[in-house]
């Protein structure tokens, strides 16, 4: 059990800057996922925290430790891979039991530890086989057996389930997020999926480019992300956008563009204030566009094209044509709704995002 | 396989693979008949009314018989082994830290050492045993078996390091990481786990390796003279012609009896030696 803390963190490689200063606390029994598109540095800051890459400027500290320069071996971490990285030639149970024969571990407490493992994670019966006898599953199980008999003070994950096909992946999902629970060890996931992101972490880190975009838990992320690549990269289908212009007087503005307008709410309109006769970007997720009745404040509908109906059993998408822009809305699956209806939509007022145009920061 | 009609399959598979077969086979079906056959039968015109060239009617053991008994064919015989097998265990264990190396540390200059290895293995024998010879003078090693033990790793060495070189990048690097994660050195990672991985890999470097210098002719012409130091190769065509005269019959015993070995060694190991080839991995 141990906090990991990233101080400064920095990667280059020749002369691209793959992390820049990146500074997290990961807490003790914590989960915390990073999240990003491929090539966000997301990876690199795990090996970094692993070991198996070199630090270029900045430090990693796991406990009161700074383990810059100590090998992955004496850094009391397991890692899982993508591709499970289990050892061809040797059968699951030397897989599991070959960390524990590296340090030394009597026969006897290697063979407990092994059951025990083998036992929670339900591979008692595989234990003699080679991993080229598994399925993809029982591999991905073994890869999480090897990690957790070793009782490391942190586990480091890397894209565990993206090898898995989709009704796997979510039951491996659980089944990680079960084990964590159960033993709660510090843990670092990696991965480029937002749902594993949003129903795995405690916490969420998003990054791009090497920076990160916002730290916090997955809900405080989708309903007030810090800017407009957070808004769009958590959820799915993802947060529609559209630059609009704000015009008007400080308390009756209106955010508006071709084909599409509405009367900015008063407890946004502060904010807004100083972007009168200025682009901003509204964001508006799809679950926020609602079918307008009489009952909605008529500044905050506006009407759209349906194009495309796209009918998922517990909710049916509407793609829409809004003026020149495209639009999805999620809405009940009750709606009966066809190619080229005229329908009218409301907002909810406190479902609003507006984001700088130029510095896309969430205002 | 080839899909749609018969005969499609026949012009396009069985056929030229048949044509294959038999050309390939040809030479050791005519070296096996030969060692059988009685002189009489060797050298009869071949107007003659009885010429039997692909087969004979009154097989013999009289060429074997003389090849062992009357040429040192028996000491060449252990000499190509003992050589082969010493070259090839240098060559493989050089070959496969070398490779390993190559492949995986970053180290400056690595890739041009690679190139560099690479461009040895090119330079021709024929060229290159005019310097070793001289080498090979001055270390006083003429006409022993280290002559050839130490100057087949000149080529064996560069064609191991490639062939292994090859093998080590198609395994995932996340095993040896693993490996180092769950408390193995680097040294250790690589011996538990790359290695053993690597099997397949190293086993037909060796196979190819031992094949080469079981083979190999000019370096043994040249660095050995007295008969009690030849190889195989060398022992057979340099006792068995003489002159202008063949012993076809003892000359045709020698290759056969001295390629067994490596069919032998061929046929144990086949299957690791297809595996090496096509590199198949799987974690």
């Given amino acids: 059990m141990a906090r990991v803390l990233l101080r400064s963190l920095n990667k280059m490689f020749d002369a691209t800057h793959v992390v820049k200063d990146v500074n997290l606390e990961i807490r003790d029994k914590e989960f915390l996922v990073l999240v990003g598109p491929s090539g966000c540095g997301k990876t690199t800051t795990l090996r970094m925290v692993a070991g198996l890459e070199s630090i270029s400027s900045g430090e990693v500290l796991i406990g009161e430790t700074v383990v810059n320069d100590l090998p992955p071996m004496d850094r009391d971490i397991a890692m899982v891979f993508q591709n499970y990285a289990l050892y061809p030639h040797m059968s699951v149970y030397d897989n599991m039991a070959f960390g524990l024969k590296m340090r030394k571990f009597e026969r006897a407490e290697i063979g407990k530890r092994v059951q025990a493992a083998a036992e929670i994670l339900g591979i008692q019966n595989l234990l003699v086989r080679k991993p080229r006898q598994l399925s993809g599953g029982q591999r991905q199980r073994v890869a999480l057996g090897r990690a957790i008999v070793r009782h490391p003070r942190v586990f480091l994950f890397d894209e565990p389930l993206s090898n898995l096909d989709a009704k796997l992946r979510v039951q491996m999902r659980v089944e990680i997020k079960k084990l964590h629970n159960r033993l709660s060890t510090t843990a670092i996931y990696v991965t480029h999926d937002q749902v594993e992101a949003m129903t795995l972490g405690d916490r969420v880190v998003v990054m791009r480019d090497g920076v990160v975009q916002q730290v916090g838990e997955p809900l405080e992320l989708y309903n007030s992300p810090a800017n407009r690549f957070v808004a769009g990269f958590l959820g799915s289908p993802g947060m529609n956008f559209a630059a609009v212009r704000v015009s008007g007087e400080k308390d009756s503005l209106r955010a508006h563009k071709p084909g599409f307008g509405i009367e900015v709410p008063p407890e946004l309109a502060r904010r807004l204030a100083p972007y009168i006769d200025k682009d901003v970007t509204i964001g508006v997720r799809p679950e926020d566009l609602r079918l307008a009745n009489g009952s909605d404040a008529a500044g905050l509908c506006f009407e759209g094209t349906v194009e495309v109906v796209e009918k998922l059993g517990s909710e049916i998408l509407l793609d829409l044509q809004v003026g020149d822009q495209t639009m999805v809305a999620a809405v009940e699956p009750n709606v009966r709704a066809t190619r080229g209806d005229k329908l009218r939509f409301a907002l909810r007022p406190d479902r609003l995002h507006f984001f700088d145009a130029a510095s896309e920061v969430a205002i | 396989m080839i899909e749609g009609a018969r005969w499609r399959r026949w012009v396009f598979f069985y056929i030229p693979l048949g044509v294959f077969v038999v050309v390939l086979l040809f030479p050791f079906y005519w070296m096996m008949v030969t060692s059988v056959r009685p002189d009489s039968e060797l050298y009869r015109p071949w107007m003659a009314p009885n010429y039997t060239p692909f087969w004979t009617l009154h097989p013999t053991?009289?060429?074997?018989?003389?090849?062992?008994?009357?040429?040192?064919?028996?000491?060449?015989?252990?000499?190509?082994?003992?050589?082969?097998?010493?070259?090839?265990?240098?060559?493989?264990?050089?070959?496969?830290?070398?490779?390993?190396?190559?492949?995986?540390?970053?180290?400056?200059?690595?890739?041009?050492?690679?190139?560099?290895?690479?461009?040895?293995?090119?330079?021709?024998?024929?060229?290159?045993?005019?310097?070793?010879?001289?080498?090979?003078?001055?270390?006083?090693?003429?006409?022993?078996?280290?002559a050839l033990i130490l100057t087949y790793p000149t080529f064996l060495i560069p064609f191991c390091t490639w062939l292994l070189m090859g093998y080590f990048k198609a395994i995932p690097?996340?095993?040896?990481?693993?490996?180092?994660?769950?408390?193995?050195?680097?040294?250790?990672?690589?011996?538990?786990?790359?290695?053993?991985?690597?099997?397949?890999?190293?086993?037909?470097?060796?196979?190819?390796?031992?094949?080469?210098?079981?083979?190999?002719?000019?370096?043994?012409?040249?660095?050995?003279?007295?008969?009690?130091?030849?190889?195989?190769?060398?022992?057979?065509?340099?006792?068995?012609?003489?002159?202008?005269?063949?012993?076809?019959?003892?000359?045709?015993?020698?290759?056969?009896?001295?390629?067994?070995?490596?069919?032998?060694?061929?046929?144990?190991?086949?299957?690791?030696?297809?595996?090496?080839?096509?590199?198949?991995?799987?974690?």
């Avoid at chain 2, 090693?141 to 280290?146: A, E």
């Avoid at chain 2, 045709?252 to 069919?263: F, Q, T």
Wanted: aromatic share 16%; hydrophobic share 50%.
């Fill in chain 2, 61 to 146: 053991l009289e060429h074997i018989q003389h090849l062992l008994a009357e040429t040192m064919f028996s000491t060449w015989m252990w000499n190509t082994l003992f050589i082969s097998t010493v070259a090839t265990i240098i060559s493989v264990f050089c070959g496969l830290l070398a490779g390993y190396a190559l492949s995986r540390l970053n180290f400056p200059f690595a890739g041009s050492l690679g190139t560099g290895i690479f461009i040895t293995y090119l330079v021709p024998q024929t060229l290159l045993f005019i310097p070793l010879s001289d080498i090979i003078r001055n270390f006083r090693l003429g006409d022993t078996p280290w």
């Fill in chain 2, 173 to 283: 690097r996340e095993l040896e990481e693993c490996a180092r994660i769950d408390g193995a050195t680097r040294w250790k990672a690589m011996v538990y786990i790359v290695f053993p991985v690597a099997v397949p890999g190293i086993m037909s470097a060796a196979i190819f390796a031992f094949t080469l210098s079981w083979n190999e002719f000019i370096y043994a012409l040249v660095f050995l003279s007295s008969p009690a130091e030849k190889t195989v190769p060398v022992g057979v065509t340099s006792e068995l012609i003489r002159g202008d005269v063949f012993f076809w019959g003892q000359l045709m015993a020698g290759a056969l009896l001295g390629s067994i070995p490596v069919a032998i060694i061929y046929s144990f190991f086949v299957e690791y030696y297809v595996a090496g080839l096509t590199g198949s991995v799987k974690g």
